[in-house]
């Protein structure tokens, strides 16, 4: 019997061409998903780039601003860490400090840099801050490592973490113009500026508040004879030389004083404690009228004056009477020839009437 060939009924199956070319399209369905999801994905990350890009800008922008602010201002930030005490600093507290930015610093060192009395007072706050969980200000004086003295202002907070205090952080400011500014406009307000004396205003306030502080034991009030002369003479000039100098020989004079004080053109007030007795006032009155009769050198020219003196023993009078006082034993000095000095009286005879002898 002949061979002859048997095809099975049923589905024809593809032949191996048709089939790879169904494989390749597959595929290419793929890959073309993929890349639309790529895309998809690459398109979303561009759109959220944008605006990170946008803050990072602002941002870098923002830094750029505090730190011109922050060098203007002459302000920078620092951190300690608690317990271990780790320091962190922006550039300006290290040139506050006159470190080189970025060094390591060591705590133990730079709180070398406060005097004593700074030191105290920060160790103190700083002490009470971190046991308060609270914060602190403080104005401090600083002496950096190239010995420059400056003043700074440290505010400072405390960061607790479960109410265990992990750092205190804050600021540091330079106040150093501030402060010799403050300083000025103070000593302007209480100290003569030509003569260099607490002023009227300082001498009225000390006078005035005699129950608040140490009690006073006499006021002597001193004027110059013979300085309108010398003023009318040889000028304003030479006058305020010559008031200079008789300023600095009756504060020489008065080294146990409470005030030495100029309280007018050339009228003088001394406030005295109340441990020296009678007669130590009396002595000193004697040594400083001496000392004024004494030539003044100024400028080339040897000028003479002349002190006379009032003196008032405080007691149960005001101070305001005090002063009135010492003027009506000034006066009397005056009217008994000058360079010389009175001490005040009451009249015990007749209550409100006073005397000077």
Known sequence: MADTSYTPQGTVRPNASARGRGDEQGSA????REAATIAGLEAE?????????????SLAHSRKIFDRASAAARIGVWECSLPDERLSWTDVVYDLFDLPRGSVVDRGEIIKCYPAESR???DSLRGRAI????????DAEITSLAGHRRWIRITATV???????????????DITEEKILSDRMRYLAEFDAMTGLANR?????????????????????IDLDGFKAVNDTFGHVIGDECLKAAAERLAGGCGEAELVARVGGDEF?????????????????????????????????????GASIGIAFAGADRPCDLFAQADTALYAAKAAGRNTFRIFKADGQVKGQSAAA
């Open 29 to 32: 369905d793929g890959r073309h």
């Open 45 to 57: 990350l561009a759109a959220q780039a944008a605006p990170i890009a946008r803050q990072d800008v």
């Open 120 to 122: 105290k007072a920060l």
């Open 131 to 138: 046991a308060e969980r609270s914060g602190f200000t403080l």
């Open 159 to 173: 960061e607790c973490e479960a109410d265990v205090p992990v750092r205190i952080f804050g600021m540091k400011q």
């Open 201 to 221: 205003a300082n001498f009225q306030a000390r006078l005035g508040h005699v129950e608040d502080g140490r009690p006073l034991g006499a006021l002597l009030l």
């Open 269 to 305: 007030a001394v406030l005295l404690g109340s441990h020296l007795d009678r007669a130590a006032i009396s002595g000193m009155a004697r040594h400083l009228i001496e000392a004024m009769a004494r030539p003044l050198p100024v400028r080339g020219q040897s000028l003479r004056l």
